[in-house]
């Protein structure tokens, strides 16, 4: 494709990747793509974390920012606190306090856990794919649905 300037929205079914090509064997050495990622957590009624079912977020995903939206509420008054995995529950992000006793759009917050893009450390996120998990700040009362959507970035590796 050549360069182009156009007016108006972009929109592709699969996705925007920035590819990295050798210049002397022409072959596609790594990409870069702009990403979402969706979760659908439980919290039972009695528990304070609730997880995805299995392994869902990839390996080499980078999150930016997740929104949350609440589609079955707590009785009790309780908040989200926490976003992360099994080995780090608030890896992706960490001490946000968001009301899940009403249903609706929660807001969009930035992964500032180690394991997203604004945790602040040198450490490279290279994390292993796991179950996102969440953690609430008591009992809901009842079993609560919180839909998470997570914007990044994939990546390959330029050995791959």
């Known amino acids: 494709m050549a360069n182009s300037t156009f007016n108006g929205p972009v929109r592709s079914e699969n996705g925007f990747s920035d ?3 050798n210049s002397t064997t022409g072959s596609i050495t790594s990409t870069m793509t702009l990403s979402t990622y969706e979760a659908t957590i439980t919290v ?3 528990a304070t974390t609730g997880k995805e079912a299995a392994i869902g977020i990839p390996s080499n995903f980078l ?3 997740v929104t949350v939206v609440v589609t079955t509420a707590a009785a009790n008054a309780v908040n989200l606190n926490d976003i992360g995995t099994d080995a780090d529950t608030d890896g992706f992000v960490d001490g946000i306090s968001a009301a899940v006793n009403s249903t609706g759009f929660k807001g969009f917050f930035p992964c500032n856990g180690v394991l997203g893009m604004s945790g602040g ?5 290279t994390a292993t794919a796991d ?3 969440v953690v609430l700040s008591g009992d809901p009362g ?3 649905v919180i839909v ?4 990044g970035i ?3 590796s330029d050995a791959s």
């Open 19 to 21: 590819i990295t090509k």
């Open 44 to 46: 039972a009624d009695g």
């Open 63 to 65: 999150p930016m920012g």
């Open 121 to 125: 450390t040198t450490t490279a996120a």
């Open 131 to 133: 179950e996102v998990e």
């Open 142 to 144: 009842g079993d609560t």
């Open 148 to 151: 998470l959507k997570f914007f």
């Open 154 to 156: 994939s990546s390959s």
